[in-house]
């Protein structure tokens, strides 16, 4: 009598338990997502895309400081911008990011390719040379602007060798007086191309500054290849394993000899690496502070000067907050300008 009375007790109590395992089961499917995502999402839209806007808002104002904040907006709204591209030191500073940028993924790319082609094919202590090219990466650009600095600096380093060496001589027999390049102090800028751009570019009477290379900046563009030329080399690395062994062979049959296979083959299908490693190193070398700072400065007529010096200086030193947050917003577009069509390509290839 007392079994038969207990089991219809427990199947209704039964089938409550499993109910409610099963809204619970529901509820967390549908809510720990986005529970667990939320803190990071508040604190992104807040300490990220918060500081922008807010970034943007003071570059729009009329003047603030720490003394005086002056929240009215200009009446020309982009007075700041426009007060901003007219001083001469800004356009120094687009014209050096512009040529850093440039040179710098040239030689970055070109180290890299070069070490993992010649990484690859080493049959013997791949793994020690590997790392031998990464380490200068693992290094922070303060250590390679300081060492780099005393390399090129005219009365050290480089100078030294040249003379030691005889080099330095030798150039003086041949030319009257001796070899010995001013480095990052040299404030020369070469291949100006003030007269060329100024008929063309409207209203190009507003450009104060030379427009072309500057010599001093040449160093800095080897000390920063130095250091990522490694990261190129470990990305065409990973890149060169991916390709079947098969490729080459086919190549190799068809009659392409090693300079054909790669320049026909092998370069075409690393070809999503390269645009990978330029977008990376693209929006670092528009955003390079430290390493520039450590090693030259601002340089001789801001012949080194770079948006993140001239952020840092106007915001910290100058309490010119206004032109700092004016800059900062054109540092922002500038890297936005690199990576958001590379962003957009992707997530367009994926869909498809």
């Known amino acids: ?48 895309y918060g500081f922008i806007g807010f970034t943007v808002f003071i570059s729009l104002t009329q003047r603030w400081n720490p003394f005086n904040r002056d929240t009215t907006l200009r009446g020309d709204a982009l007075g700041n911008y426009a007060d901003l591209f007219s001083t001469p030191r800004f356009q120094a500073d687009l014209r050096n990011t512009i040529v850093f940028t440039l040179l710098f993924l040239v030689a970055s790319v070109a180290i890299g390719l070069v070490l993992a082609i010649l990484v690859h094919h080493v049959v013997i202590g791949r793994a020690f040379f590997r790392s031998v090219f990464l380490f200068p990466y693992a290094l922070s650009f303060i250590v390679t602007g300081v060492v780099w600095r005393w390399i090129f600096t005219p009365q050290t380093g480089a100078n030294l060798l040249l003379k030691a060496t005889g080099v330095s001589g030798a150039y003086a027999s041949m030319t009257g ?28 009477t507003f450009l104060h500054t030379q427009v072309g290379i500057p010599l001093a900046l040449i160093p800095v563009v080897i000390a920063a290849a130095w250091q990522l030329g490694g990261f190129a080399m470990a990305m065409y690395l990973a890149g060169l394993a991916a390709i079947p062994d098969e490729v080459r062979e086919a190549a190799l049959m068809d009659g392409a000899g090693p300079l054909q296979t790669y320049r026909k083959v092998i370069l075409p299908m690393l070809r999503p690496v ?10 670092v070398s528009l955003k390079i502070f430290d390493l520039v700072y450590a090693m030259a400065g601002s340089g001789v007529g801001f012949s ?11 915001m910290f030193r100058a309490l010119h907050y206004n032109a700092g947050a004016a800059a900062s917003v054109v540092m922002l577009l500038l890297v936005c300008a690199v990576v958001v069509p590379y962003l957009a390509r992707t997530y367009a290839r994926e869909d498809s």
């Open 177 to 204: 007086k001796p070899l010995q390049p001013d480095w990052i102090t040299d404030h020369r800028v070469a291949g100006e191309l003030n007269g060329v751009l100024e008929p063309i570019i409207p209203g190009g």
């Open 1 to 48: 009598m007392t079994h038969t009375s207990t089991v219809p007790a427990r199947q209704p109590a039964r089938t409550s338990r499993l109910r409610s395992h099963g809204r619970w089961a529901r509820l967390r499917r549908t809510w720990l997502g986005p529970a667990l995502v939320a803190p990071s999402f508040i604190l992104l839209a807040v300490f990220v």
């Open 304 to 314: 080194t000067d770079v948006p993140g010096i001239f952020v840092y200086e106007q």
């Open 274 to 283: 390269t645009l990978t490693t330029v977008v990376i190193l693209g929006h």
